[in-house]
Structure formats: C-alpha cells, structure tokens
C-alpha cells in the first residue's frame, strides 16, 4: 500500500472528496500528505471555504425566490 501522493495526485483527491466517499487509503495519505504540506493544507481549506460559500449564496437565491410575487 503506497501512501505517498503528489500535490497533483492530493488537489484532485480533495476535489473528489466533494463528490464521492475517499477509500480509507486514500484519506489516510491525504493525512499524512498535509503533515508535511502546508501548501496542500491551505489549498484544502480554501475548497472547504469555496464549498461552504457557495452553499450560502445557494440558500440565499433559494430564499429571494420564494420570497418575490
């Protein structure tokens, strides 16, 4: 079982983990992954900001729409 992942290979797991459950191997490098990047670590963080902003604007939209005539 090989844990080493590249920035490449962690940027694309975070982006997947949006979308579909990661296997336990796949969270446990990205783990290890981020002990070691702060680069990563960051880039996580701002899609987890990106994600919970963009869920805001949603149930702001949803809630002018119901609220117009």
Known sequence: MDLKRSCREVTRL???SEDRELTA????ALEMHWRI???CR???EQARLMRHAM???RRYRDDERSDSP
């Not at 191997?25 to 446990?28: D, G, I, M, N, Y």
């Open 14 to 16: 975070v982006l997947e």
């Open 25 to 28: 191997t796949e969270r446990l």
């Open 37 to 39: 990047c702060d680069t």
């Open 42 to 44: 960051k880039f996580r």
């Open 55 to 57: 869920a805001r604007w």
